[in-house]
């Protein structure tokens, strides 16, 4: 498969592949900084001395598998260190706010494909996941869930982008794995991938 690398658009780092589907590979995450404790670094997976969020690898991972573009969902207001982050995530879905995001995802409608990754907080999407399903519009297109979560599974989660997107076709067959064993997960996400027969 002929694979080309490139820079696009701010937040967009772009994989170009030979598939029939154009695959676009947004997520959110959060990786703990260095110097906390073992169980905060559950959220955080280090290769080759780069740190990265659980979600990234994982979306990192399909982008080797499937090629496609991906974007960091990020917000304007960054996120703190636990425990804060555990505070601020509740005081969210408590007031059920929308944090704004830095960006939109540039033309959304070129795409087919919308791998949507975000860790599992509160049993819920991160409620920056649902500013960005409510800033998009993905109607007709396919989206694809994955996830990290702490024993949750996807709880409700698949569902509620199902809600937010009433208008896509969503995927029920996602993946999720415990953010303790996300950075021994790329064989099954490939595995997974191979599974969905999304025309690639």
Known sequence: MLVIQFYNAPGVYAQSSAGSQRILIAYFTNPEPDGVDAVARASR????????????????????????????????QAYPARPELMTMGADEKRLNARPPLKRR?????????????????????????????EENNFSGKTIVPFSAH???????????????????????????????RVGNAETDV???????????
Request: hydrophobic share 45%.
């Open 45 to 76: 997976v280090v290769r080759n001395g780069e740190v990265v969020g659980n979600t990234q690898f994982l979306a990192q991972c399909i982008q080797r598998a499937m090629g496609g573009d991906l974007f960091a969902i990020e917000t304007v």
């Open 150 to 180: 702490g024993g949750s599974g996807f709880a409700n989660t698949i569902r509620t982008v199902a809600r937010l997107q009433p208008n896509a076709t969503v995927i029920t067959d996602g993946f999720t794995v415990s953010r303790d």
């Open 105 to 133: 995802v540039p033309n959304p409608g070129n795409y087919d494909v919308i791998f949507l990754g975000f860790p599992i907080w509160n049993a819920d999407l991160p409620m920056a996941v649902y500013t960005f399903l």
């Open 190 to 200: 490939r595995n997974w991938t191979r599974r969905l027969n999304l025309g690639q």
